[in-house]
């Protein structure tokens, strides 16, 4: 009989520390966001994928130099360029990004000796596409600057 009553109040017991559990996070205000309407804002630390940087002109500061594709240890950057007549350096003509293989490691952020590489603040990559994650950066810095 002892332990039938000391079940029960175990069971009441029980039955108080989940409801005050329940209470304090009732209490609590809410953190969600309500996605579609408000957006988070990223932390200055946050590393998206990469992205290059303009200069005033709004053409690329790469100098073409295939420092970031050998640093790349997926393999996931592929630049070219063309030394143009009359030109002391060459210019950037395509610089694509395959972001299904980048490990967001940041070696070519670092090896880049031109500041022309940074971090996006662009989190909001979905789809249902291989496609849609090879990206060309020199065309994204284009449509920024137009």
Not at 97 to 121: M, Q, R
Request: a negative charge; glycine letters at 6%; one cysteine or more.
């Amino acid at each position: 009989m002892v332990t039938y009553f000391s079940e029960i109040i175990s069971g009441l017991w029980s039955l108080v520390l989940g409801l005050s559990v329940t209470f304090v996070e009732f209490i609590r205000p809410n953190v969600t966001v309500q996605y579609p309407y408000e957006k988070l804002e990223m932390p200055e630390r946050f590393r998206g994928h990469i992205q290059l940087i303009g200069d005033e002109e709004g053409r690329p500061n790469c100098i073409v130099c295939m420092m970031c594709q050998r640093a790349c240890p997926s393999g996931c950057i592929s630049l070219s360029g063309k030394k143009e007549e009359g030109q002391k350096k060459k210019t950037l003509n395509s610089y694509i990004l395959d972001f299904t293989t980048c490990s967001l490691c940041g070696s070519c952020v670092e090896s880049c000796n031109f500041n022309a590489l940074e971090y996006s603040k662009e989190y909001n990559l979905a789809s249902t596409r291989k496609e849609d994650f090879i990206i060309d950066l020199l065309k994204r810095l284009e449509e920024q600057n137009s």
